[in-house]
């Protein structure tokens, strides 16, 4: 299969660098290699962490008719960004130039404006509906995804107990090499458990001041060590939209895992999970490719009307959705906040949902078929 972002990320090599980051193991290094593969005669990809490679990237000894040069984790280069700003501004013409990384070059790249103008960024995801439409029926995809989570590896694996020992190698993993980069040794234990205990809190208001104490640690260190984990990849945040709605919004966000395999609880929830990190990849993808504010959130008022999931573009709010794992009434918050915000379209997205109609303005679709029809 092609990912989703290769046509994207050739078309932008013409005109600049591209930085690609994502999740471990989301699948940025083959993407680079299929781009190599697929598209340039000539080639030259260079990992950091490997000695030799290390070598040529410092004396810049790549063949110097290379069409392309992928730079892997070059974010543990010292001065890396002044380093990529001199290859970049003194390239041959005819040679482009990708940039992978784990999360740690998010990070990274928000100091300082040493690359400004030089590159487009693309941020790369799990597998989605959308993504393996045209591989599986979306009904089969939504439930592969569920079943193993949208990371490639434990997915194509088609096994429970392979993706189940994959997710347990792949946390160790993180924490030896990435957590620790952020924080002390010592905050290992309290992270491990604070994981533990959102793996059960997923679609929930996230409040810092009831995990602090279970944990015995203060409110503000339950908020770093989860700013942690997501500047990680591990979770990701859907925070509440408070733009022209009456009354005040609920201030905490909602946490959702990158990998639905993570989350314990009823089906709904897993079912939520995923929905979220499809809405993710789709809003990303929007931003990533045209420029504009694509965001997701959720939408809950003092007097708990509640939606599940808002998308807006910029300030304008294009799209009010409800999930449900089985057929019912519509919401009265969907029909109640959607004439709050008339320009928005309002879905109940259905898993397991016979016939299709049109509601009260309520647009009452099949879930997995609607996230086939994403961006991303």
């Known amino acids: 299969m092609r990912r989703y972002l290769e046509e994207k990320i050739v078309n932008d090599l013409k005109r600049k660098m591209v930085l690609l980051t994502g999740p471990r193991q989301v699948g940025k290094t083959w993407l680079s290699r299929q781009i190599a593969l697929n598209h340039f005669s000539r080639p030259s990809y260079l990992n950091y962490d490997n000695i030799f490679d290390a070598g040529v990237i410092q004396d810049q000894s790549w063949p110097l008719d290379a069409d392309l040069v992928i730079f892997d984790e070059i974010h543990k280069m010292p001065d890396w960004k002044r380093f990529l700003k001199g290859v970049y501004d003194t390239k041959p013409e005819g040679t482009s130039i990708l940039i992978t990384g784990s ?75 990435d957590i620790l980069e952020f924080s002390r040794l010592q905050e290992i234990r309290s992270m491990r458990f604070l994981v533990e205990m959102l793996r059960g809190k997923v ?51 909602k946490l959702y895992f990158y990998d639905t395999g993570y989350v314990t609880g009823d089906e709904g929830i897993k079912v939520e999970n995923t929905v979220a990190l499809c809405l993710k990849k789709h809003t990303d993808y929007l931003s990533d490719t045209t420029g504009k504010m694509v965001s997701v959130h959720y939408l809950r008022t003092r007097e708990k009307q509640e939606i599940d999931f808002l998308i807006a573009n910029g300030d304008v709010v294009t799209s009010l959705i409800e999930v449900k794992t089985s ?36 647009h009452v679709r099949k879930l997995p078929s609607w996230l086939a029809e994403l961006k991303a």
């Open 203 to 253: 679609g929930s208001p996230l409040s810092y001041t009831s995990l602090c104490y279970d944990l015995h640690i203060s409110p503000n260190t339950v908020k770093k060590y989860v700013e942690i984990l997501e500047a990680l990849h591990i979770v990701f945040l859907v925070r509440p939209y408070h733009r022209n709605i009456a009354r005040a919004i609920q201030k905490m966000p």
């Open 327 to 362: 057929a019912g009434r519509i919401p009265p918050s969907l029909k109640l906040l959607g004439r709050q915000i008339p320009e928005a379209k309002k879905f109940l997205l259905v898993r397991d949902l016979r016939t299709e109609t049109d509601s009260d303005g309520v």
């Open 103 to 177: 999360s740690r070059m998010d990070t990274f790249r928000q100091a300082g404006d040493s690359l400004a103008g030089r590159y487009y960024h693309y941020r790369l995801w799990p597998l989605s509906v959308a993504e393996l439409k045209g591989l599986y029926k979306p009904d089969e995809a939504f439930r592969l995804l569920q079943k193993f989570g949208g990371f490639p590896e434990p997915f194509l694996s088609g096994d429970e107990t392979e993706a189940d020992r994959w997710r347990s190698q792949y946390f160790t993993d993180v924490v030896r090499e």
